[in-house]
């Protein structure tokens, strides 16, 4: 009967310099020589150094980089009063000097364009804006003239309100037209004209006196005539609307 043949073999034992330079290989970068106090997300000493350079250059800068975000915007000649009046405070001036002086004189001084343009704002483009806030100034005054039957019966108003109205009424009434609101000023401007027919006009309002009454029709084309003749007619939508209605219901034609 034949031996068993054993064909296990002894592994060679591994040398102690293999041995070594398999622990160096599976060892991380970072074990190596790594201090304790030393934060994880540091790979080594000479990173933290590193950021914590960085991070004391940021912070020198910041200052100067909020002074950029915190600046004024430059204006574009397109604002409107209000914005304008804010630019100006942000740059130590006052809007309503520059308006007041204006007002008054009907320009800007030279000391005034000169601030001006060392704020930002170079003759130029104030020239342009004023000129555009004179235009849209004239453009609300025909519209709010219109309301009240034209330029000549505003001015009737103005003065009514002028002569009758108290201190504290006129300068509430001021004080809503410098809104510029053009909804506002409107509404200002027929509360106004609705206080001066009640009570500077009583008869009107009331059909009393005139051609034309808060009722009845035109009898004749006479009646008629005589109402579209009264100057009220071409000036007063109120006493045209009440030659409307009565018209209405006539049988004139």
């Known amino acids: 009967m034949a031996e068993t043949v054993n064909t296990y073999q002894e592994p060679e034992a591994e040398s102690t310099e293999h041995v070594q330079q398999m622990l160096d290989m599976e060892r991380k970068p970072e074990d190596v020589d790594r201090p304790e106090w030393l934060p994880e997300k540091f790979k080594s000493a000479e990173d933290m150094a590193k950021a914590y350079s960085e991070l ?3 912070l020198g800068q910041k200052p100067e980089q909020q002074a950029e975000e915190e600046q004024a915007p430059e204006p574009t000649g397109d604002e409107t009063p209000n914005e304008v009046a804010e630019l100006l405070d942000s740059k130590g001036l006052d809007f ?3 308006a007041q002086e204006y007002a008054e004189t009907g320009t800007l001084s030279e000391d005034a364009y000169a601030a001006l343009e060392e704020a930002g704002f170079p003759a130029s483009m104030v020239d342009t804006w ?3 806030q004179d235009a849209l100034a004239a453009q609300t005054t025909t519209t709010m003239k219109s309301l009240v039957g034209g330029a000549e019966e505003y001015q009737n108003l103005i003065q009514w309100a002028s002569d ?3 201190e504290s009424d006129i ?4 004080a809503t037209m410098d809104t510029q609101d053009p909804n506002l000023m409107r509404f200002a401007v027929q509360g106004l004209y609705a206080r001066y027919r009640s009570e500077a006009e009583p008869n009107l309002m009331q059909g009393q ?6 009722g009845g029709k035109f009898e004749s084309n006479a009646e008629l005539t005589a109402a579209m003749s009264d100057p009220r007619y071409a000036k007063d939508p109120a006493y045209r609307q009440q030659v409307a209605d009565k018209l209405a219901r006539s049988s004139l034609f």
């Open 171 to 174: 300068d509430a009434y001021n």
């Open 130 to 132: 004023i000129a555009g």
């Open 56 to 58: 004391e250059s940021k």
């Open 209 to 214: 006196t005139g051609p034309v009454s808060a």
């Open 164 to 166: 009758n109205l108290d």
């Open 96 to 98: 309503d000097v520059f």
